[in-house]
């Protein structure tokens, strides 16, 4: 019994250590990912809803992240444990400080205040990274150092134990983080509240790692089953290690941001869809650092020879692929590579030693990733090119690890690496040459043969412009056609048409594409009360959300005003340049551009007490795929109706979308306001007219009354439950078709 009870004693102490470290690193991690979705979904509305926002806050946690990395490998590595747990300690007190100061400034902790809404378009990337910086930049990069350096400390109280299990604990804490936003905190919580809930959780993990830091000073000796080592295993990683190292999660990490890129643009921008490609990257690591026996590189490898074409076949034509199978296929792909990245890297871990080098390397590996995606392709590329180039990286270090990369691998936990040359795919020895010469051909044919394809359904058109910047990839294409007179040049954004002009001189003032004379917007604007308010002809004042190339200006009059707000510069460019588009330089009214995200733009003016008095408000920003959903929410609708002239206004909501039902969405609004409503479904039949559904909705009855609309008005049909948005939650799930 005496002897039993020595070797449970020892046995519980270690269970009892490994708790005190795992608790705050699976706090730690698990707070490090759920303010990501906490911050980007504060600042998404504030720049237009754009997928660019979050690239450039996983670029931001990226960067800090591989501060952190640096950081924690600096101190482990030139710092006594005393000097560890002061410094360190002393940063854990600031940084809670620093919280602490800012939920009294801003009555909340981490989410900033109505002071920082961005009052100009300009220079997104600077204010995202600059307000990110303010609300979480200290507090963010004490959290990054949280794993490595808890797991150096731990290497240090338990010689002999491998501490990269720990790792396995904060990679969960980060998955159960991002899996529970979407479901189990923004449904429930206000805004307002998770930031509260979130510096709570803050300052008790500030508490767990400085009395554990307190605890570690203690332990002075250093890793004794590193003793004797032989000098190769025992020296610092040179280039050789480095190399995979950095450039394996480095690509891992520009498919993550790729792929959530490509999705959004696909729906739109909002947390589930960030949640997904981030949790099967997460996943992947998870699965590599428990246990080498989850990565196989002769399962992984065929299956990312044959996931990078079928990606590039998607995403060549993704117009005729369901949305739904899409995202299936791009995120099948994207966890794929990631698990052939991360476990590559895995087989290649360093003893513990090192291990602080090692995470130093795979976050730099990360940022890289993120600056390639965030900051050189919209430079590098005038369309969507990064994740062409990530699948064709990925699909080349397959080929090269086959071919030339000897698998270190741990013969156990704890245990030095032993080099043994990489296995076949399909048995006993390496791929010939001829094989590898096969595949490549095989792949070469395969893209072309799509890109040729692809080039045949599109050869009447010759894009005369493509422009790139944060909003997205706009190109103005010209368009031949089999009648002499009907070439019409269009504007594209990503795969959606926002307007289209005949370039004949009898043509060119005629509203085409959505926006025809018998289209929902069009009878708003041509039977308006406020037309013929003031005898034959009344002055209408006109508000559209998002300009495309100024179509609705061509239903101007002398007198009108018509005040377009529009986000992108570029489109505002493109519309004067008389070269791509005239309908603006033609239009009768007076016509405004407003730059900047409507709703902040409509703020700012009520604020200044300037009621805009709109006899027609059109809201035209949801026909592409990805939607800006603040401007649907209850409260949108509110700041709509405040800047509305009042009883006979009429708010047009262009509805057309070939992703989501819109309509639950503004029927919910309509119910909301007490609003009167009609919905006009417009085959398209006229020449330059595409089919189009519009929403018209006015305080009064007066307004949809009128005998040309109400003879075209569909009867509301309730396909589904009418569907409130508001600025706190709102589900595109529900509304998927």
């Known amino acids: ?362 976050s730099l590996g990360g940022a890289l990733g993120g600056v390639f995606v965030a900051l050189l392709a919209p430079l590098l590329f005038k369309r969507f090119y990064e994740l062409h180039v990530s699948l064709g990286l990925c699909w080349g270090a397959g080929l090269v690890t086959q071919w030339n990369w000897p698998r270190p691998t741990m013969a156990a936990a704890g245990r030095h690496p032993v080099a043994r040359r990489p296995s076949a795919v399909a048995g006993g020895a390496l791929l010939p040459w001829a094989r590898y010469g096969a595949l490549v051909l095989l792949l070469m044919s395969l893209v072309f043969g799509v890109l040729a394809f692809n080039k045949a359904q599109t050869n009447d058109r010759e894009t005369m412009l493509a422009v790139r910047n944060f909003y997205g990839v706009l190109r103005v294409d010209y368009v031949e056609a089999d009648d002499q007179g009907d070439e019409r040049h269009s504007l594209v954004h990503g795969n959606t048409t926002h307007g289209l002009q005949y370039l004949a001189p009898d043509k060119r003032r005629r509203p085409t594409s959505y926006y025809s004379e018998t289209s929902g917007v069009g009878l708003a604007l041509r039977y308006s009360l406020a037309r013929f308010a003031d005898g034959d002809l009344g002055r209408m004042r006109v508000a559209a959300v998002g300009l495309g190339t100024g179509t609705v200006a061509a239903y101007g009059q002398p007198g009108d005003v018509y005040r377009f707000y529009e986000i992108n510069p570029v489109v505002e460019k493109i519309a004067r340049d008389e070269r791509y588009f005239t309908y603006l330089a033609d239009s009768l009214a007076e016509v405004e551009v407003v730059l900047g995200d409507a709703r902040l733009s409509l703020e700012q003016e009520l604020k200044r007490g300037e009621r805009q008095q709109f006899d027609v408000i059109v809201l035209d920003a949801f026909s592409s795929d990805s939607i800006p959903a603040h401007l649907l929410t209850k409260e949108a609708m509110a700041l709509y109706l405040a800047h509305l002239r009042q009883p006979d206004g009429i708010i047009a909501v262009h509805v057309s979308n070939r992703v989501l039902d819109l309509k639950p969405v503004v029927w919910a609004l309509a119910d909301a306001y007490g609003l009167d409503g009609a919905f006009i479904d417009d085959p398209g039949e006229e020449e330059g007219a595409f089919g189009s559904d519009w929403i018209l909705l006015s305080p009064g009855a007066r307004a949809l009354a009128q005998p040309k609309i109400r003879e075209r008005t569909t009867l509301r049909v309730n396909e589904r439950k009418p569907l409130l948005w508001t600025d706190e939650y709102h589900d595109l799930f529900r509304v998927v078709k």
Request: overall charge positive; proline content about 7%; some cysteine.
């Open 1 to 362: 019994m005496v002897a039993l009870r020595g070797a449970l004693l020892p046995e519980a102490g270690w269970i009892l250590l490994m708790l005190q470290f795992a608790i705050p690193i699976f706090l730690g991690a698990f707070l490090l990912f759920q303010v990501q979705p906490i911050i980007a979904r504060c600042l998404l509305p504030w720049f237009g809803g754009t997928p660019a926002v979050w690239t450039t806050c996983m670029l931001f946690f990226q960067v800090l992240l591989l501060a952190g990395y640096g950081y924690a490998h600096g101190v482990a590595m030139r710092l006594s444990p005393r000097r560890q747990g002061l410094v360190h300690g002393g940063l854990l007190v600031v940084s809670l400080g620093l919280i602490g100061l800012l939920a009294w400034r801003w009555g909340v902790p981490i989410i900033p205040d109505e002071g920082w809404k961005p009052q100009t378009p300009e220079r997104p990337v600077a204010q995202i990274l600059a307000l990110l910086t303010v609300a979480v930049g200290l507090p963010y990069f004490v959290l990054a150092t949280t794993s490595p350096l808890l797991q150096a400390w731990f290497a240090r109280m338990r010689p002999g134990v491998s501490p990269y299990r720990l790792y396995t604990v904060s990679n969960v804490g980060s998955l159960l983080a991002l899996l529970s936003y979407p479901f189990a905190v923004e449904p429930w919580l206000r805004l307002r509240t998770q930031g509260w809930a979130w510096g709570v959780g803050y300052a008790a993990f500030v508490a767990a790692v400085v009395a554990l830091g307190q605890r570690a000073a203690r332990v002075e000796s250093v890793g004794g089953n590193e003793e004797g080592l032989p000098e190769a295993l025992a020296a610092p990683p040179g280039w050789r290690q480095w190399v995979p190292w950095v450039v394996l999660p480095a690509i891992a990490s520009a498919l993550l941001l790729a792929v959530t890129n490509q999705i959004c643009q696909e729906v739109a921008v909002i947390p589930f869809l960030w949640i997904v490609p981030l949790s099967l990257y997460l996943l992947s690591f998870i699965l590599t650092f428990d246990d080498m026996r989850w990565y196989a590189r002769e399962a992984y490898l065929p299956l990312l020879l044959i996931a990078v074409p079928m990606t590039a076949i998607v995403m060549l034509r993704q117009g005729e692929v369901e949305t739904k199978l899409q995202i299936g296929i791009y995120a099948a792909a994207l966890f794929v590579c990631c698990m052939f990245c991360h476990g590559e890297v895995v087989h290649r871990r360093p003893v513990a030693r090192h291990l602080t080098a090692f995470y130093l390397a795979i």
